[in-house]
């Protein structure tokens, strides 16, 4: 479709041809740009490999992303699931621990994280990990457990916070470039 010569690499006139016939909306200058950025060997050609690593490149990042955003959900969840409780994580687990000696067994803790959050089980060796928790344990030291994993919620939450302020920041820096407030981007938006 691209490679309209056949030799094997996009000339920038058949990359231009190429994602015109894509009808995908792109302005030549945004299309010479995406060359750019493909044709890493900087050469006006962009070669099967340097196509091929960049959608590669691509879709990790993607992918990591994605993961990303299932872990920040998932540790969402657990937060809220402790602070709705009412008790520190601390307290709620040591209600498993029957002989106080600030350990558990591994199993009961799996059990309290299932009450927790449902369909937890693929996420257990992410939670045991950021815990401090060897997968060959069967007793969990509670103190070092409850404060590994507190400080990893609490520092999604701080960071999810500071992403929500800046992104908010950022609206409110457009708007007033533009001369309106919110109250007036919140009338355009309500157009029934």
């Given at each position: 479709?691209?490679?309209?010569?056949?030799?094997?690499?996009?000339?920038?006139?058949?990359?231009?041809?190429?994602?015109?016939?894509?009808?995908?909306?792109?302005?030549?200058?945004?299309?010479?740009?995406?060359?750019?950025?493909?044709?890493?060997?900087?050469?006006?050609?962009?070669?099967?490999?340097?196509?091929?690593?960049?959608?590669?490149?691509?879709?990790?990042?993607?992918?990591?992303?994605?993961?990303?955003?299932?872990?920040?959900?998932?540790?969402?969840?657990?937060?809220?699931?402790?602070?709705?409780?009412?008790?520190?994580?601390?307290?709620?687990?040591?209600?498993?621990?029957?002989?106080?000696?600030d350990t558990i067994l591994?199993?009961?803790l799996v059990r309290y994280?299932?009450?927790?959050?449902?369909?937890?089980?693929?996420?257990?060796?992410?939670?045991?990990?950021?815990?401090?928790?060897?997968?060959?344990?069967?007793?969990?030291?509670?103190?070092?457990?409850?404060?590994?994993?507190?400080?990893?919620?609490?520092?999604?939450?701080?960071?999810?916070?500071?992403?929500?302020?800046?992104?908010?920041?950022?609206?409110?820096?457009?708007?007033?470039?533009k001369g309106l407030s919110?109250?007036?981007?919140?009338?355009?938006?309500?157009?029934?």
């Amino acid at each position: 479709m691209f490679d309209r010569n056949g030799d094997g690499k996009i000339s920038r006139s058949e990359f231009r041809a190429g994602m015109e016939s894509l009808d995908i909306g792109l302005q030549n200058d945004e299309i010479d740009d995406l060359m750019r950025m493909i044709n890493t060997k900087k050469d006006g050609n962009i070669s099967y490999d340097e196509f091929i690593a960049q959608m590669d490149a691509n879709i990790r990042h993607r992918r990591d992303i994605l993961r990303e955003n299932v872990e920040d959900a998932l540790f969402k969840r657990i937060h809220e699931s402790i602070v709705y409780q009412g008790e520190t994580l601390y307290d709620s687990l040591k209600l498993y621990d029957l002989d106080n000696s600030d350990t558990i067994l591994k199993e009961d803790l799996v059990r309290y994280l299932k009450k927790l959050v449902s369909n937890i089980q693929p996420h257990l060796p992410l939670i045991f990990s950021v815990g401090g928790i060897k997968e060959e344990a069967e007793r969990i030291d509670l103190p070092v457990f409850a404060h590994k994993l507190m400080a990893e919620l609490d520092a999604r939450e701080k960071r999810t916070s500071s992403m929500k302020l800046k992104f908010l920041q950022r609206i409110h820096s457009l708007l007033k470039s533009k001369g309106l407030s919110l109250f007036d981007m919140f009338v355009k938006m309500d157009v029934n």
